[in-house]
Nanobody
Framework: QVRLVESGGGSVQPGDSLTLSCAAS????????MGWFRQAPGKAREWVGD????????YYADGFEDRFTISRDNAKNTMYLQMNSLKPEDTGVYYC??????????????????WGQGTQVTVSS
């Protein structure tokens, strides 16, 4: 079992940067990919991207890679989502996810066994 807790959300202005963190606890010695989903108001939840267990490979949904960067520090059991040049359309709840095993580049919700509670990001002037 892996427990995920997001932090770092908040209200920012367009053009600002923000970094979300996701702290994992529990069976963190097991190999697992981690990723992020986002749910904007009134829209379906969408995959942002994920990162391999080693942290060497990160994958992004179309439209995210130019401004978002996913990284992880396994020594701290923490994954990060660095978001730059934020836009109002980036507003939403951001969820941290984890999928046990060696695979990554996982785009579907059903591929992830563990979910955080979500953290709100609001981009508004």
């Amino acid at each position: 079992q892996v427990r995920l807790v997001e932090s770092g959300g908040g209200s920012v202005q367009p053009g600002d940067s923000l970094t979300l963190s996701c702290a994992a606890s529990g069976r963190t010695s097991d190999q697992f990919a981690m990723g992020w989903f986002r749910q904007a108001p009134g829209k379906a939840r969408e995959w942002v991207g994920d990162i391999s267990w080693t942290g060497n490979s990160a994958y992004y949904a179309d439209g995210f890679e130019d401004r978002f960067t996913i990284s992880r520090d396994n020594a701290k059991n923490t994954m990060y989502l660095q978001m730059n040049s934020l836009k109002p359309e980036d507003t939403g709840v951001y969820y941290c996810v984890a999928a046990p095993g060696p695979f990554y580049g996982l785009r579907e919700e059903a591929e992830y066994d563990y979910w955080g509670q979500g953290t709100q990001v609001t981009v508004s002037s």
